[in-house]
């Protein structure tokens, strides 16, 4: 995985695994992959998985079944969606509005960019 210098490792690994649970590649109450394998997939020291992991585990997106592993927590989705969108709110909407601003793109273009992104993307066809 390409890592992004903007942000801590750990934190992407964390994006990595909520993405898995929206897109539903982990439904909820499934095993997630153990620290070893996710850190030999994404090529990371299993310290920062596990660091990823207790940041899930702290916002209840994931939970651990002592001796048998991690498992998506019921809820996560809900769980998965606010933690996403208060970063989004936080992070990202300031730039991509400053950058609206700046470039004098008209709201209906937008709006109209968005709904040929979601039908390109994520219309079953």
């Not at 850190?39 to 048998?68: C, H, S, W």
């Not at 950058?99 to 040929?116: C, D, G, S, T, W």
Request: with cysteine; hydrophobic share 45%; glycine share 2%.
């Amino acid at each position: 995985m390409e890592f992004r210098e903007q942000q801590a490792i750990y934190l992407q690994i964390a994006e990595y695994v909520c993405e898995q649970i929206l897109l539903k590649q982990w439904p909820l109450n499934a095993k997630v992959l153990s620290i070893r394998d996710l850190a030999v997939m994404m090529e990371v020291n299993p310290n920062t998985v596990q660091r990823a992991y207790d940041f899930l585990q702290q916002r209840e997106i994931i939970v651990n079944k002592r001796g048998v592993g991690y498992f998506v927590a019921e809820g996560a989705i809900a769980k998965v969606i606010a933690l996403r969108r208060e970063q989004f709110i936080e992070h990202e909407l300031p730039v991509f509005f400053r950058n609206v601003y700046l470039l004098k793109m008209p709201l209906e273009e937008i709006q109209a960019r968005y709904n040929q992104f979601i039908d390109d993307n994520f219309k079953e066809k």
